[in-house]
């Protein structure tokens, strides 16, 4: 089976942790080139998943291939073809980020000359050349999981585990982050990535699994799971913020419909599945001077969906059933 075109192929994965289930019967085919998305809150599964593709965790039932090879009884093989960036640093914050780099190329064979020219390279292209003379402990948070990520691909991966690479960075250090994905996608790795941002797998990933409760309870492109859910998304923004409550409690009385609450406070939106009924709505509010700045009426956000297929909000999800995974 090696050579197989498939980077990714599971049927029936399953691990548990004492009497957790936490993967309860993954199947999975993740073509190369990409991003392949793992979308869920914590405990749900992700991790877990990818510890056992990467060779770390032995699946208790199941099994899986990553381009051809048997996770178990070809784990070396497996290990030749693929890079993994956890949710912990991986790199010795004591030394320099030169040195860090020029450390792990000298263990994947590299000469010292060719070892100090590919770090140069990488800390030039993913913009730390300034920070390469400093102590890793030195650096933001944003630096250091790029640094994290240059130390997965010293050697270019066929395949790279990305395990929530930017949680709890700011926007600014996310975007640095995402920039570095599409530039592995560009050269052609392929990159399966893990995250509870909602909009991270919106930007980035191809395909996007949905995790909960260790299983996959839906697959698909981000735009292919906004239409799952069979209705569109009125999404209103209101002069005075004050207002919302009234503005809840009428739009529910027209619609029918469980109301979100926006993070921003003028801001509401919900699922309706006929459009004509939104301009009934909207006309409801006006009658009762609850004045709209804007509104929209599309596709469900992917946040939407998440909540549709969960029960539960997506970026701040937690599962208290299973253990962190």
């Excluded at 990467?54 to 090879?69: E, H, I």
């Excluded at 320099?96 to 994947?108: D, I, K, M, P």
């Excluded at 944003?142 to 690479?165: K, N, Q």
């Excluded at 909602?198 to 799971?225: C, P, Y």
């Amino acid at each position: 089976m090696a050579g197989s075109t498939l980077a990714i192929e599971a049927w029936g994965l399953v691990k548990h942790f004492g009497k957790v289930r936490a993967v309860d019967g993954i199947d999975l085919t993740v073509y190369p080139g990409g991003v392949y998305g793992f979308l869920g809150p914590n405990g749900a599964g992700k991790t877990t998943v990818i510890h056992m593709l990467s060779t770390l965790l032995r699946p208790d039932a199941g099994t899986a291939r990553v381009f051809g090879y048997d996770i178990v009884r070809e784990a070396n093989a497996v290990r030749s073809r693929i890079s993994l960036t956890g949710q912990l640093a991986s790199v010795d914050e004591d030394l320099t980020g030169t040195e860090n780099l020029v450390l792990l190329a000298r263990l994947l064979g590299y000469s010292w000359s060719q070892a100090r020219a590919r770090a140069g390279d990488l800390l030039e292209a993913f913009d730390l050349t300034d920070a390469a003379g400093r102590q890793v402990k030195s650096y933001s948070g944003g630096m250091r999981r790029r640094i994290d990520i240059v130390a997965s691909i010293v050697t270019s991966p066929d395949l790279l585990f990305l395990d929530e690479p930017t949680t709890g960075l700011d926007p600014h250090s996310r975007h640095q982050v995402w920039g570095i994905v599409r530039e592995l996608v560009a050269e052609g790795t392929t990159v399966l990535l893990t995250t509870q941002y909602l909009e991270e797998a919106d930007q980035l990933a191809d395909r996007i699994a949905v995790f909960n409760r260790g299983k996959i309870i839906a697959e698909g492109t981000s735009g292919e799971l906004k239409s799952s859910t069979g209705s569109g998304s009125l999404h209103v923004r209101l002069r005075d913020p004050e207002r919302r409550v009234e503005a809840e409690r009428l739009l529910s009385s027209q619609l029918g419909a469980h109301i979100r609450l926006e993070a921003d406070p003028a801001e509401l939106s919900v699922r309706v599945p006929d459009p004509e009924i939104t301009a009934r709505a909207l006309s409801a509010l006006s009658r009762s001077d609850i004045q709209v700045i804007s509104f929209s009426y599309g596709q469900p956000s992917l946040d939407e969906v998440f909540l549709t297929l969960t029960g539960r909000e997506g970026d701040t999800a937690r599962s208290d059933e299973v253990p962190r995974s």
